[in-house]
Protein backbone atom coordinates (compact mmCIF):
# COMPACT_ATOMS: atom_id res chain seq x y z
CA UNK A 1 0.00 0.00 0.00
CA UNK A 2 1.60 3.11 -1.05
CA UNK A 3 1.87 6.30 1.01
CA UNK A 4 -0.75 7.92 -0.93
CA UNK A 5 -3.60 5.29 -0.65
CA UNK A 6 -2.80 4.54 3.11
CA UNK A 7 -3.81 8.40 3.62
CA UNK A 8 -6.57 7.92 1.65
CA UNK A 9 -7.92 4.69 3.76
CA UNK A 10 -6.68 6.91 7.31
CA UNK A 11 -8.91 10.03 6.39
CA UNK A 12 -12.05 7.55 5.44
CA UNK A 13 -11.93 5.75 8.79
CA UNK A 14 -11.42 8.92 10.57
CA UNK A 15 -14.20 10.20 8.71
CA UNK A 16 -16.35 7.35 9.60
CA UNK A 17 -15.35 7.23 13.28
CA UNK A 18 -15.65 10.99 13.87
CA UNK A 19 -17.86 13.02 12.70
CA UNK A 20 -16.75 16.43 11.47
CA UNK A 21 -18.92 19.18 12.05
CA UNK A 22 -19.61 21.60 9.56
CA UNK A 23 -18.46 25.10 10.65
CA UNK A 24 -22.52 26.06 10.27
CA UNK A 25 -23.71 23.65 12.60
CA UNK A 26 -21.06 24.02 15.28
CA UNK A 27 -22.56 27.80 15.60
CA UNK A 28 -26.22 26.50 15.47
CA UNK A 29 -25.59 23.90 18.41
CA UNK A 30 -25.03 26.35 20.68
CA UNK A 31 -28.68 27.50 20.63
CA UNK A 32 -32.00 25.31 20.42
CA UNK A 33 -32.87 22.79 17.83
CA UNK A 34 -34.74 23.77 14.65
CA UNK A 35 -38.20 22.70 13.87
CA UNK A 36 -38.92 22.63 17.37
CA UNK A 37 -41.36 24.95 19.25
CA UNK A 38 -39.84 27.51 21.67
CA UNK A 39 -42.21 29.55 23.71
CA UNK A 40 -40.04 31.05 26.36
CA UNK A 41 -36.37 31.33 27.41
CA UNK A 42 -34.42 28.65 28.74
CA UNK A 43 -33.68 30.40 32.18
CA UNK A 44 -35.03 32.84 34.75
CA UNK A 45 -34.68 36.34 35.38
CA UNK A 46 -34.57 37.61 31.60
CA UNK A 47 -36.98 38.34 28.97
CA UNK A 48 -36.92 38.58 25.75
CA UNK A 49 -39.31 41.70 24.50
CA UNK A 50 -40.42 40.33 20.80
CA UNK A 51 -42.52 42.65 18.28
CA UNK A 52 -44.41 41.54 15.04
CA UNK A 53 -45.11 42.75 11.69
CA UNK A 54 -42.83 45.49 10.71
CA UNK A 55 -40.91 46.94 9.66
CA UNK A 56 -43.24 49.83 9.55
CA UNK A 57 -42.83 53.59 10.59
CA UNK A 58 -42.48 52.97 14.15
CA UNK A 59 -39.29 50.51 13.45
CA UNK A 60 -36.74 53.39 14.26
CA UNK A 61 -38.25 54.59 16.96
CA UNK A 62 -38.91 51.43 19.03
CA UNK A 63 -35.36 50.35 18.65
CA UNK A 64 -34.06 53.55 19.74
CA UNK A 65 -36.68 53.38 23.36
CA UNK A 66 -35.18 49.03 23.59
CA UNK A 67 -31.76 51.16 23.26
CA UNK A 68 -32.33 53.72 25.89
CA UNK A 69 -33.19 51.34 28.20
CA UNK A 70 -30.73 49.28 27.98
CA UNK A 71 -32.72 46.49 26.21
CA UNK A 72 -32.41 44.41 23.54
CA UNK A 73 -34.94 43.30 21.47
CA UNK A 74 -36.01 40.82 19.16
CA UNK A 75 -37.82 42.36 15.54
CA UNK A 76 -39.91 39.53 13.72
CA UNK A 77 -39.86 41.34 10.07
CA UNK A 78 -41.69 40.64 6.99
CA UNK A 79 -41.04 41.23 3.76
CA UNK A 80 -44.30 42.87 2.44
CA UNK A 81 -47.14 43.10 5.32
CA UNK A 82 -46.50 46.94 6.30
CA UNK A 83 -45.10 47.96 2.93
CA UNK A 84 -42.06 46.70 0.95
CA UNK A 85 -39.09 46.18 3.38
CA UNK A 86 -36.31 48.04 1.19
CA UNK A 87 -38.75 51.15 2.75
CA UNK A 88 -37.14 50.53 6.02
CA UNK A 89 -33.81 49.48 5.36
CA UNK A 90 -32.03 52.12 6.77
CA UNK A 91 -34.09 51.49 10.69
CA UNK A 92 -33.57 47.77 9.91
CA UNK A 93 -29.82 47.66 9.37
CA UNK A 94 -29.92 50.56 12.52
CA UNK A 95 -31.53 47.87 14.85
CA UNK A 96 -29.31 44.99 13.50
CA UNK A 97 -26.48 47.33 14.46
CA UNK A 98 -27.85 48.51 17.44
CA UNK A 99 -27.51 44.62 18.71
CA UNK A 100 -31.31 44.04 18.32
CA UNK A 101 -31.81 40.77 16.64
CA UNK A 102 -33.68 40.40 13.43
CA UNK A 103 -35.73 37.55 12.81
CA UNK A 104 -37.70 36.27 9.93
CA UNK A 105 -41.77 36.57 10.70
CA UNK A 106 -41.76 35.24 6.26
CA UNK A 107 -42.00 37.15 3.09
CA UNK A 108 -45.68 37.99 2.82
CA UNK A 109 -47.53 36.98 6.11
CA UNK A 110 -49.52 34.20 4.27
CA UNK A 111 -53.11 33.92 6.42
CA UNK A 112 -53.01 30.03 5.11
CA UNK A 113 -49.21 29.62 6.71
CA UNK A 114 -50.01 26.18 8.34
CA UNK A 115 -51.66 24.74 5.54
CA UNK A 116 -49.01 26.07 2.36
CA UNK A 117 -46.66 23.26 0.80
CA UNK A 118 -43.29 22.78 1.77
CA UNK A 119 -42.27 24.79 -1.76
CA UNK A 120 -44.33 27.09 -0.57
CA UNK A 121 -43.03 27.98 3.12
CA UNK A 122 -39.62 27.56 1.37
CA UNK A 123 -40.01 30.59 -0.51
CA UNK A 124 -41.61 32.25 2.09
CA UNK A 125 -38.77 32.14 3.79
CA UNK A 126 -36.05 32.31 1.18
CA UNK A 127 -37.67 35.56 -0.26
CA UNK A 128 -37.13 37.21 2.93
CA UNK A 129 -33.49 35.53 3.67
CA UNK A 130 -32.49 37.16 0.47
CA UNK A 131 -33.58 40.88 1.55
CA UNK A 132 -32.56 40.43 4.70
CA UNK A 133 -28.75 39.59 3.33
CA UNK A 134 -29.21 42.70 0.50
CA UNK A 135 -29.93 44.66 3.82
CA UNK A 136 -28.05 43.56 6.97
CA UNK A 137 -25.54 41.16 5.10
CA UNK A 138 -26.75 37.86 6.97
CA UNK A 139 -29.57 35.41 6.78
CA UNK A 140 -31.66 35.34 10.27
CA UNK A 141 -31.81 31.70 11.87
CA UNK A 142 -35.31 32.26 13.98
CA UNK A 143 -38.31 32.73 12.79
CA UNK A 144 -41.57 33.14 14.61
CA UNK A 145 -44.93 31.65 12.31
CA UNK A 146 -47.53 34.38 10.96
CA UNK A 147 -50.65 33.82 13.41
CA UNK A 148 -48.21 31.19 15.58
CA UNK A 149 -49.28 28.99 12.81
CA UNK A 150 -47.19 25.63 13.44
CA UNK A 151 -49.39 22.61 12.01
CA UNK A 152 -48.83 20.89 8.85
CA UNK A 153 -45.20 21.21 7.11
CA UNK A 154 -44.41 24.03 9.25
CA UNK A 155 -42.00 22.28 11.33
CA UNK A 156 -40.71 19.83 9.01
CA UNK A 157 -39.77 22.63 6.70
CA UNK A 158 -38.37 24.94 9.29
CA UNK A 159 -36.42 22.26 10.00
CA UNK A 160 -35.15 21.29 6.78
CA UNK A 161 -34.26 25.37 6.44
CA UNK A 162 -32.45 25.14 10.37
CA UNK A 163 -35.15 27.80 11.23
CA UNK A 164 -35.63 28.01 15.14
CA UNK A 165 -39.10 27.95 15.71
CA UNK A 166 -40.64 30.48 18.50
CA UNK A 167 -44.22 31.42 19.51
CA UNK A 168 -45.09 33.33 22.75
CA UNK A 169 -45.95 32.21 26.51
CA UNK A 170 -47.34 35.88 27.50
CA UNK A 171 -49.28 37.54 24.56
CA UNK A 172 -50.12 41.07 24.56
CA UNK A 173 -53.17 41.04 22.54
CA UNK A 174 -52.22 44.70 20.89
CA UNK A 175 -53.54 42.85 17.66
CA UNK A 176 -56.80 42.09 19.44
CA UNK A 177 -57.60 45.85 20.17
CA UNK A 178 -56.41 45.70 24.05
CA UNK A 179 -54.98 48.59 25.55
CA UNK A 180 -51.11 48.75 26.42
CA UNK A 181 -52.90 48.98 30.63
CA UNK A 182 -54.83 45.70 29.60
CA UNK A 183 -51.95 44.15 28.03
CA UNK A 184 -49.61 45.30 31.32
CA UNK A 185 -52.02 42.98 33.27
CA UNK A 186 -51.48 40.10 31.31
CA UNK A 187 -47.20 40.47 32.32
CA UNK A 188 -48.25 41.15 35.87
CA UNK A 189 -50.40 38.18 35.98
CA UNK A 190 -47.48 36.13 34.49
CA UNK A 191 -45.37 37.34 36.95
CA UNK A 192 -41.55 38.03 36.57
CA UNK A 193 -41.11 34.26 37.67
CA UNK A 194 -40.02 31.12 35.82
CA UNK A 195 -37.81 31.04 32.84
CA UNK A 196 -38.09 34.36 30.85
CA UNK A 197 -41.11 35.16 28.87
CA UNK A 198 -41.55 35.22 25.16
CA UNK A 199 -43.99 37.85 24.54
CA UNK A 200 -46.08 38.11 21.56
CA UNK A 201 -45.93 42.04 20.27
CA UNK A 202 -46.23 44.36 17.27
CA UNK A 203 -44.50 47.01 16.68
CA UNK A 204 -47.25 48.28 13.99
CA UNK A 205 -49.03 49.63 16.85
CA UNK A 206 -48.04 53.07 18.04
CA UNK A 207 -49.78 52.11 21.89
CA UNK A 208 -47.18 49.22 21.55
CA UNK A 209 -43.73 51.24 21.00
CA UNK A 210 -44.71 54.34 22.92
CA UNK A 211 -46.58 53.06 26.21
CA UNK A 212 -46.32 49.19 26.33
CA UNK A 213 -42.67 49.20 25.87
CA UNK A 214 -41.34 52.02 28.25
CA UNK A 215 -43.84 50.48 30.85
CA UNK A 216 -42.34 46.48 29.90
CA UNK A 217 -38.64 48.20 30.28
CA UNK A 218 -39.45 49.33 33.96
CA UNK A 219 -41.23 46.31 35.09
CA UNK A 220 -38.52 44.07 33.91
CA UNK A 221 -35.75 46.76 35.90
CA UNK A 222 -37.92 46.55 39.18
CA UNK A 223 -38.13 42.63 38.45
CA UNK A 224 -34.17 42.42 37.91
CA UNK A 225 -35.02 41.11 34.09
CA UNK A 226 -32.27 41.40 31.69
CA UNK A 227 -33.95 42.34 28.54
CA UNK A 228 -32.04 40.12 26.24
CA UNK A 229 -33.15 39.11 22.68
CA UNK A 230 -34.52 35.71 21.80
CA UNK A 231 -31.39 34.18 20.71
CA UNK A 232 -29.69 35.44 23.71
CA UNK A 233 -32.46 34.45 26.25
CA UNK A 234 -32.30 30.72 24.62
CA UNK A 235 -28.63 30.24 25.73
CA UNK A 236 -27.18 30.98 22.07
CA UNK A 237 -24.69 33.44 20.84
CA UNK A 238 -25.30 36.67 19.43
CA UNK A 239 -23.55 35.16 15.68
CA UNK A 240 -26.04 31.96 16.29
CA UNK A 241 -29.26 34.32 15.13
CA UNK A 242 -27.69 34.77 11.87
CA UNK A 243 -25.88 32.79 8.78
CA UNK A 244 -24.24 34.12 6.22
CA UNK A 245 -25.25 35.12 2.59
CA UNK A 246 -24.57 36.57 -0.56
CA UNK A 247 -26.37 39.73 -1.78
CA UNK A 248 -28.01 39.57 -5.04
CA UNK A 249 -28.03 43.87 -5.20
CA UNK A 250 -31.78 43.40 -4.93
CA UNK A 251 -33.34 46.86 -4.10
CA UNK A 252 -37.36 46.83 -4.16
CA UNK A 253 -39.82 44.00 -3.73
ZN1 LIG B 1 -47.68 38.65 12.31
Given amino acids: MGLKSLL ?37 NQIALAYDDGPYQYTQRL ?42 HTWSHPSNFGSMSSGDLTQ ?23 YLATGGSVLSTMKTLGYRVITDDVDSEDWNGKTPQQSQQKFQQAGAGGNGHIPLMHETYQSTVETLTPWLINWAKQNNLKMVTVAECLGDTAAGAYVPGTSNGQGSC
Fill in 8 to 44: VVSLAALGSAVPVANPLEAIRAAGPAAGVVITKCSAP
Fill in 63 to 104: AQILSNGGAKGTFFVTGTLYGCIYNQRAAVKAAYDAGHQIAS
Fill in 124 to 146: QMQRLEQALVNIIGVKPTYMRPP
